[in-house]
């Protein structure tokens, strides 16, 4: 054992449990605990924002599996880290987040910089502590990680207070040992293994079934779940669709995979589900993106439920078959169970479920008009050059808006952990900071955040944490000149009534602006200089890259089920419209033209 102070112990509470990284911005309340960080391996990345601080402990989560860790310090730097804590909650991140608080005897007196931290974050993290010992931070810390990465990953915040971590306090010192630290956690014990029976249950479902789609959510990717995916599939031939929080979960290129669902998810993964007779959910969530309207929504399916969370059973769909278990444990159980009941040789015949399924891939492909001379980039050829000339292990960022629905439609994803995204908060300036996260943990493969000019201007300034901790990110900034989600449903139900959508291409000048902060920067308006230009970005590798594409303002995203409506009134392409369907296009949610 080894005598230690508060801060000394957290640092070295950090260091067991694995921590390389830590990205934080310094205060009062925190200030003791930056001084051992002196003398520890643990790299720490100053931010600009503490905001960027939870959104990079965020992309290293995503990319690693590994519990992200920032640290901040009390009253307004913990307020500026709520976004990212919910954030990470509705996506099931593992994060840790040490914030600072103003000394024991203080609290509650409004003394400077005090904030009821754990009161805040209460409903938004997956548990808190509020240490008032110095002898518990170990314990704590080891109940944190434990917390932040069993049963459903989730974000834990450990709130504590200056006295216990300064060094001219007698007390805050104890006999520091780490691997003697004990907590307590009456009632957390989350399920893993799968029951038996319930899986027995759904395999005899999947064996009557003969339009099944495997609805794979970003649950089988914080299991590590992937391959027991890809042997299933190759097992049953069940068509996937995977979520925006999946997207290769399932790569891209198999032939059985249908792309993603929801809201803006193209037509066939889209009624795929809806005429299905039964989905078979692993780690989803059936959120109302993928719904629409519930009521309506694949109507003639039964329901196996696989989610290691079970307040997720019946939320929303009432399932079949409700199996509380880790995804990657439950898949691979169910696969020695159709093994046992003669699979392959006896899987019943879906090839008319197929066949159905590849004439809609043929006829509605997802699709644009190309740009004509003279006019600004289509934002959907800007992801495509960006993944062709991009390494095939690309890591992808994205902000949240018509960038992101692009990003996720356009660009190819056969490898997991590949996309990063904000999709359960919809937190748009996402992106960057998750991309400085990401590139954090893997210094050596190519990180691209495509951003849109919107988003771009929440979080730019941590372009300059990338270009002093030479962390070189390259940034696709789709700049058009709008919020160009909000003005695509204004123009669409909103009788085109534009109000305070319209941002500007000029101010500010997104090249000199990031020029400032230590980038390359590049501007592109003409497609004939698109894949010169991003070429340029991808061999720019010791400081981070920005190129600003001016994109059309009028370009929307499409396949498109309008808010409210049932996914069998999804929108496609006006190019693949009939004339009746394209006279309907935008007219209400409910009677808004579809495909079929």
């Known amino acids: 054992m080894t005598r230690l102070n508060g ?26 605990v930056y001084d051992p960080i002196l003398d520890s391996p643990i790299r720490h990345v100053l931010v600009r924002h503490e905001q960027g601080a939870g959104h990079m402990a965020e992309g290293y989560a ?42 024991l005897p203080a609290i509650g007196t409004d003394a400077f910089q005090e904030c009821d931290t754990t009161g805040i974050t209460r409903s938004i993290t997956k548990h808190n502590f509020l240490v008032t010992r110095a002898e518990d931070i170990p314990g704590t810390i080891k109940a944190a990680f434990h917390i932040a990465t069993t049963g459903r990953p989730g974000p834990v915040l450990v709130d504590i207070p200056k006295n216990i971590v300064d060094a001219n306090n007698p007390d805050a010192y104890f006999d520091f040992d780490y691997e003697a630290a004990q907590y307590d956690l009456p009632g957390y014990a989350p399920s893993v293994e799968p029951d038996l029976a319930l899986i027995d249950s759904a395999a005899k ?11 794979v959510g970003g649950g089988v990717l914080k299991a590590r779940g992937a391959e027991a995916l890809l042997e299933l599939v190759e097992l049953t031939g069940i068509p996937v669709v995977t979520t925006l929080m999946a997207r290769g979960a399932f790569p891209d290129n198999h032939e059985l995979c249908l792309g993603m669902p929801g809201m803006h998810g193209n037509y066939t993964a889209v009624t795929a589900m809806q005429k299905s007779d039964l989905l078979i959910a692993l780690g989803s969530r059936f959120d109302d993106r993928i ?23 019946g939320k929303v769909r009432r399932p079949d078959v409700a199996i509380a278990a880790d995804c990657r444990l439950a898949t691979e159980a169910l696969i020695k169970a159709l093994k046992a009941e003669g699979y392959p040789a006896s899987a019943p015949d879906i090839m008319g479920w197929r066949s159905k399924l590849s004439g809609w891939q043929e006829t509605f492909p997802v699709t644009y008009e190309q740009s004509i001379d003279g006019e600004l980039l ?34 190819e994803f056969n490898h997991p952990y590949t996309w990063i995204n904000s999709g359960g908060l919809g937190t748009m300036g996402f992106s960057i900071p998750a991309a400085v996260g990401a590139k954090a943990a893997f210094p050596d493969r190519t990180v691209w955040s495509i951003d849109g000019d919107g988003c771009f ?30 003005r695509q449903w204004q123009d669409m139900f909103y009788d085109e ?52 594409f001016r994109c ?18 999804i929108l496609v392409d006006p190019s693949q419209r009939s004339p009746e369907t394209a006279a309907e296009a935008g007219s209400n949610p409910d009677g808004a033209g579809s495909a079929s």
């Not at 479902?205 to 609805?215: G, M, R, T």
């Not at 390494?391 to 018509?402: C, R």
């Not at 090249?511 to 920067?521: F, H, Q, T």
Request: charged fraction near 20%; hydrophobic fraction near 45%; aromatic fraction near 6%.
């Open 291 to 313: 719904t629409g309207r519930v009521g309506a929504f694949a109507p003639d399916a039964k329901v196996i439920h696989v989610d290691i969370d079970p307040a997720e059973h």
């Open 205 to 215: 479902l999947i064996a009557q079934a003969s339009q099944p789609v495997l609805y």
């Open 457 to 486: 201007q929440m979080t730019a300034q941590e372009l300059i944490t990338a270009a002093v901790e030479k962390i070189p990110i390259k940034v696709a900034l789709l700049n058009n000149a709008h919020l160009g989600m909000v």
């Open 552 to 569: 059309l303002s009028s370009e929307k995203v499409y396949p498109m089920v309008p808010a409210g409506g049932s996914n069998d009134d």
């Open 7 to 32: 801060a000394q112990a957290l640092i070295k509470s950090l260091e067991a449990e694995g921590v390389d990284v830590v990205f934080g911005y310094p205060g009062g309340a925190i200030l003791p």
């Open 378 to 411: 289509k934002p959907q050829y800007v992801i495509e050059q960006l993944r062709d000339l991009s390494p095939e292990d690309t890591i992808v960022t994205s902000g949240v808006g018509q960038h992101q629905m692009f990003a996720s439609q356009y660009w």
């Open 62 to 103: 995503h990319a690693t599996g590994r519990p992200g860790v920032c640290m901040v310090t009390s009253g307004p730097a913990a307020t500026n880290v709520v976004t990212p804590l919910a954030d990470a909650m509705l996506d099931s991140v593992p994060m840790v987040c040490i914030t600072g608080q103003v000394a």
């Open 497 to 548: 009534r534009l109000s305070e959508v319209h941002l500007g291409y000029d101010m500010p000048d997104y090249v000199k602006w990031a020029e400032s902060m230590g980038c390359v920067a590049f501007r592109v308006e003409d497609p004939d200089e698109v894949e010169a230009t991003i070429a340029k970005a991808n061999a720019i590798n010791d400081r981070p890259v920005v190129i600003e």
